[in-house]
């Protein structure tokens, strides 16, 4: 144990850059829903229409949680939000354990430190005290919020060691995958494959008997009911399963060697198959995997929101308010309801586009770009590698959620068409998402080193502009330069193609610029 | 000097980064057919200088010319001609060695399936581990490898041996003998005197972005020192007067002393006299003549 408090005081300099944006986003998303929930059921009566609409909406409470939390306003909030700001806490631990030990291990930095004064369990055991400093945050920012936003102190006290409950699972979860794994990536996706599994399980729990929610270390959180009953013991299941989780992890990682994991990686190819022989076949392998990760993503969050798509109309007839939040207002909700849910998977898409085609900037800061442009690569055929990844990858990606969507909205409204159509309006956004990947293609090249910031903010501002809008009431000009506002709001509007050839036509000038660019600068600074 | 025997033609040729000034008027001229030293302290170019030659980097000022063509604008045609291996090998985590080689081989026009299977032979490579498992020298031998199986009439080669065992320098070595009984050119970059010793027809030694001395070994030793141990009949004195004399340790009959080799001639007769006992007169090592121009102050 050596060496532990100097480990943690340098693991929380380096985390100054990361975590605290994490904990922004799991307090922000917790305000709003608690602020936007009491304003529209604050009433007895408006909570008691929801509990009427949702108490038999399979949909909805597989998405959210268990129906008994809808007895008070603050276990409304808890119902809407625990699960979703879970998933958020519990990749926060993920990624937070995975990259103080198992990534540290990989890079051989860690062989440095371990070289020093500490101790052979010192590393992990600064990364879990990491976690549980990180987790009591989460706590006391969550009981806070709740607290401070009119809920009973109770109730926001035990929210807020729920959650953080949640946390300590995952991070010591990920403790233990640590020292199984050999790389962090493999590490990462086995506890995010156990993520989902505890969300669908606590989902059919929920649906169901309520049995399968307790196999989920969400459903233990939701379960322990805060602000409708308030059950405090329940907590002692997630703190045992960590503290069973961190034996494990111990008792692992002394049977191991350094650097080494439980799992042998799987052997590669000796040769490359015939089609890995040029920069798309390149391109297209280094990011088909999270690709089909993003693809699957989406294509789930289609399958939630078409499921409650044919219930909408109920739902927005028991709560008038929340027409306000639909384009087009009380008329047309569902296609209103589509249209809201489309555009924000294309905030996703251009999200996915600029993440693909920043590979580009990636490849050529970490030296790997230099071996291929030293081939008979042109830097035309590189550029267009990466920028075919990321274009045809935006549109799969737009895709799977329209297929997502219209699979589960078809099938509540027993219309197969609805398939093909959700489909085809998915595809009416991707001319924007395409904008957006050929802006970051022209900060490549002509501003390489900012490219990165200036994409993210270009899809920041494109989803504030198309989120917040209306509530903030911002001059027409500042609307107007985000393309998703020129898109039309199918299938809400009708299809208009001019815009949308204005937007493709923009785009190519812009990757062509963006290559001009790129021919003229030096690679690699 | 015609420039179509010339592989490599670089004059007067600068780079700066900001205001960090890489190259300053660096020279280089290789023939074809011969392995040329590319020698200099970290920093002092080197590195730099390849990715021009790679069209990676557009110089600022100078002239630069390689196998006949400009490396910026004939960039896509000039490297079918020529291999290159970094000194800093970084892989696709994710992709094993063998696919990398393959890769790359096909990315340039094609590789030798024969030849490629040899080299990881001889260099004890298992192409099916995934490029996140390599050692620093396996990484290095995958970008050797992905080199040597073309046949580029032109290697470019930035220190390809760090990270090398002894063993694999050594088979390295008799590559590189192949690739010059073959006819082809190499810009061997290295910091292992040895290998250029033993390998290197010319070689150049840079510094701070400029070239100090080109030629070949023998060429280079003549403008540097040799060290003379002498013991003699009479007692030596005198000598230290004598033009291209340094560093001088006398105890009468017996002296140590560096002499500029131009002037060896004028020292040795000024022994004979005296009645030479023994003589021992060792030329300088490159290593010697590499910490001249490496630690000497800056003027």
């Known amino acids: 144990m050596t060496g532990v408090p100097g480990l943690l005081r340098f693991m929380l300099r380096r985390e100054r850059a990361a975590l605290p944006w994490w904990l922004l986003g799991a307090t922000v998303l917790v305000l709003v829903q608690s602020t936007q929930s009491q304003e529209l059921y604050g009433t007895p009566e408006a909570l008691e229409r929801l509990r009427r609409t949702i108490g038999s909406n399979t949909a909805v409470i597989a998405m959210s949680g268990p129906t008994r939390l809808l007895d008070s306003i603050g276990g409304e909030v808890v119902f809407e939000i625990f699960a979703f700001v879970s998933v958020v806490v519990a990749l926060m631990n993920m990624f937070l354990i995975g990259r103080h030990t198992r990534a540290e291990e990989e890079t051989g930095r860690a062989e440095l430190l371990r070289s020093a004064r500490v101790g052979r369990q010192a590393p992990l055991a600064a990364a879990l005290a990491l976690a549980g400093l990180t987790n009591l945050a989460v706590g006391a920012l969550l009981t806070a919020v709740m607290a401070g936003t009119g809920l009973p102190v109770g109730g926001s006290v035990l929210f807020g060691a729920a959650m953080a409950a949640v946390g300590v699972v995952f991070a010591t979860l990920t403790a233990a995958a640590a020292q199984v794994f050999e790389n962090a990536r493999a590490a990462y996706g086995a506890v995010a494959l156990v993520l989902g599994a505890a969300f669908v399980l606590r989902a059919a729990g929920d649906v169901g008997s309520g049995a399968l929610s307790w196999a989920s270390p969400i459903g233990w959180g939701q379960r322990t009911f805060p602000f409708a009953g308030d059950r405090w013991w329940v907590l002692l299941v997630p703190f045992a399963a960590a503290a069973l989780l961190v034996a494990v992890a111990v008792a692992l990682s002394r049977r191991r060697d350094f650097g080494a994991g439980l799992v042998r990686p799987r052997p590669g190819r000796a040769h490359a198959t015939r089609s890995l022989s040029n920069p798309y076949a390149l391109a297209w392998r280094l990011q088909r995997g999270s690709l089909a990760g993003w693809a699957a993503g989406l294509a789930l969050l289609g399958v939630a929101y078409g499921s409650i798509g044919d219930s909408i109309q109920q739902y927005v007839e028991d709560n008038p308010e929340i027409a306000e939040f639909l384009p087009g207002g009380a008329a047309d909700v569902v296609d209103a309801y589509l249209a809201l849910t489309v555009g924000m998977a294309a905030l996703l898409a251009a999200a996915y586009g600029v993440a693909g085609m920043l590979r580009l900037r990636g490849e050529e800061t970490s030296g790997r770009a230099e071996p291929v442009l030293a081939t008979a690569t042109g830097r035309l055929s590189w550029l267009a590698g990466h920028l075919s990844v990321a274009l045809a990858g935006s549109a799969l990606v737009l895709l799977a959620f329209g297929l997502g969507e219209g699979v589960t909205y078809g099938l509540t409204v027993s219309d197969a068409g609805q398939v093909p159509r959700l489909a085809g309006v998915s595809l009416a956004y991707l001319p924007a998402v395409w904008l957006v990947v050929a802006v970051v293609v022209l900060a490549l090249g002509w501003l390489p080193r900012p490219a990165a910031v200036l994409g993210w903010v270009a899809v920041g501002y494109c989803s504030v502009i198309t989120l917040f809008a209306d509530s903030f009431d911002l001059p027409g000009w500042v609307r107007r330069a985000s393309p998703f506002a020129h898109t039309p709001q199918v299938p809400l509007a009708d299809l208009t193609p001019a815009p949308l050839i204005t937007i493709v036509v923009l785009a190519a000038l812009a990757v062509a610029a963006g290559y001009a660019g790129l021919r003229r600068r030096d690679v690699g600074y | ?299």
């Open chain 2, 1 to 299: 000097m015609t420039t179509s025997t010339e592989a490599i033609s670089i004059a007067g040729l600068s780079k700066s980064f900001g205001r960090t000034k890489a190259l300053d008027g660096l020279d280089l001229s290789v023939a074809a057919g011969e392995v040329h030293g590319f020698l200099g302290p970290n920093g002092s170019g080197k590195t730099t200088t390849i990715r021009v030659l790679l069209g990676l980097l557009r110089p600022d000022s100078g002239r630069v010319r390689l196998l006949g063509g400009d490396p910026w604008s004939d960039a896509v045609a000039l490297h079918r001609r020529l291999a290159y291996v970094p000194g800093d090998v970084t892989l696709w985590p994710g992709i094993s060695g063998g696919e990398v080689i393959d890769l790359i081989g096909r990315m340039r026009g094609g590789l030798d399936r024969r030849r490629r299977d040899e080299l990881l032979e001889r260099f004890d490579l298992d192409p099916r581990k995934k490029a996140r498992t390599y050692s620093k020298g396996n990484r290095q031998k995958v970008a050797l490898i992905a080199g040597l199986a073309s046949d580029a009439e032109l290697l470019l080669l930035d220190e390809p041996t760090s990270g090398l065992d002894p063993l694999m320098e050594s088979v390295f070595q008799q590559c590189i003998q192949e690739v010059k009984e073959q006819g082809r050119t190499v810009l061997l970059s290295s910091h292992i005197l040895a290998e250029v010793e033993a390998l290197c027809d010319r070689m150049s030694i840079i510094r701070m972005g400029r070239t100090v001395e080109s030629g070949t070994l023998t060429e280079l030793r003549h403008l540097t020192r040799t060290s003379i141990a002498v013991e003699t009949a009479r007692p030596l004195d005198g000598l230290e007067e004598l033009p291209g004399v340094h560093d001088m340790v006398l105890e009468d009959h017996h002296a140590r002393f560096d002499v500029d080799t131009a002037q060896l001639d004028t020292v040795v007769r000024r022994l004979a006299p005296l009645g030479v006992r023994s003589l021992t007169s060792t030329p300088p090592t490159l290593e010697e003549m590499f910490l001249r121009h490496y630690g000497e102050v800056q003027p």
